[in-house]
């Protein structure tokens, strides 16, 4: 049985700001941009949330909500800078890390022998280790699987740890509320409702073909979420099967003429991230992406195996805007990548030889 440890740093963006400007803790932040652009917030304090602030809020509603909130711009650099320390820590008891975001990991402790074995333990130091050599605060959860680890750290944030043993999976997911499942949305969880289902109590009285007839695809996954199963392997290496980069603009781009001014800046970012993944042999196709006034969008692609050009996207985006031909709030362009190609060992390869 797995020993899988979720560790979700607190706030994660706005503690960086604190721990770099004291005169900040305590008071109400948001991460973004000004409330009179579109900008949204990448996250919000603690102190901000008791007003009814967000992630992913606009930040003229957080303005509404909490007029004393202090906004400042995302400094990307500075949170990867403290990620990458964060990681530092978690390296020390296992490789088997999977990173979600620069905020959160999984780890798999599984054979981890530091602390007697104890997964508990191992994320009561983690998150002691983070408090005293970065001055942030992580929460952990612990479980035997993926699914369950990712509930149990939430369950006691900020700055909290929850144990999901394997004797109290049964327990704890029977009253379990559907929203918590992994992949379950708003859209998800009404249909839900409306069949009945609040718990994932209420699930395991169906069977999957049953499940099946209302959910599609999804309904061995829901069987299985729902009585605490998890089989899923924590993921060291991912590999990414597309590169984009895209801008929304604090005004509509009325022409064609004024999105195509909008590619030059926007491929000079795309070469590069391009160039530092080093994924120009991997390209598969091209894509454009506008996102229009009303939020609906569209996007363009084309198989081609070859860097593409400005020109590239350009032919692109005309072809996208001649689809409604309507005012746009974001543009974004970029590749598809396929399947990274791996040498094979020769024959007598001592890795190849171990393996067997």
Same mark, same amino acid.
Not at 92 to 100: Q, V
């Given at each position: ?43 919000a304090s603690y102190e901000a949330r008791k007003f009814g602030v967000r992630s992913a809020m606009p930040s003229s509603q957080a303005v509404r909500l909490c007029p004393q909130l202090i906004l400042i711009p995302p400094h990307f650099d500075l949170y990867k800078t403290e990620s990458r320390k964060v990681r530092e820590i978690l390296e ?9 975001s620069l905020d959160e990991a999984y780890l798999d402790v599984t054979e981890c022998e530091q602390f007697g074995g104890s997964a508990t333990l191992i994320a009561q130091e983690i998150r002691r280790l983070i408090f005293t050599e970065l001055h942030l605060t992580a929460s952990a959860g612990v479980a035997p699987n993926k699914f369950l ?104 781009? /009325?022409?064609?003429? $004024? ?9 000079? @970012? %795309?070469? +590069?991230? =391009? !160039? *530092? ?19 609906? /969008?569209?996007?363009? $692609? ?9 020109? @590239? %996207?350009? +032919?692109? =985006? !005309? *072809? ?19 399947? /990274?190609?791996?040498? $094979? ?12």
């Open positions: 049985m797995r020993k899988i440890i979720h560790i979700d740093m607190d706030c994660f963006y706005a503690a960086v700001e604190v721990k770099y400007r004291p005169e900040l803790k305590g008071k109400p932040l948001g991460i973004g941009g000004p409330p009179n652009s579109r900008s949204v917030l990448c996250t020390r008891f296992t490789n088997k890390i999977e990173p979600l680890a990712k509930i149990a750290s939430d369950w006691k944030k900020p700055n909290g740890q929850f144990v999901v043993r394997p004797q109290d999976v049964e327990a704890f997911v029977k009253e379990l509320p559907v929203e918590k499942i992994f992949g379950v949305g708003k859209v998800t969880a009404q249909k839900m409702h409306e069949l009945g289902l609040r718990t994932c109590g209420d699930i395991q009285k169906y069977t999957v073909f049953e499940l099946h007839h209302w959910f599609g695809s999804r309904a061995q996954e829901l069987y299985e979420f729902a009585r605490g199963e998890d089989q899923r392997p924590v993921i060291t290496e991912w590999e990414r099967k597309s590169l984009t980069v895209e801008e929304t603009f604090s005004r509509d781009l /009325q022409s064609l003429e $004024e999105c195509r001014k909008q590619i030059p800046g926007l491929y000079e @970012d %795309f070469r +590069r991230r =391009l !160039e *530092k993944g080093e994924y120009q042999d991997r390209i598969k196709g091209l894509v454009v992406k506008l996102k229009f006034f009303d939020f609906k /969008q569209t996007t363009h $692609e084309e198989v081609t195996h070859e860097i593409p050009t400005i020109a @590239d %996207f350009e +032919r692109l =985006l !005309e *072809k996208a805007w001649n689809r409604r031909a309507s005012p746009v709030r974001l543009v974004g362009l970029g590749v598809r990548l396929g399947t /990274q190609k791996k040498s $094979e060992p020769e024959d007598n390869s001592p890795q190849l030889k171990f393996a067997i």
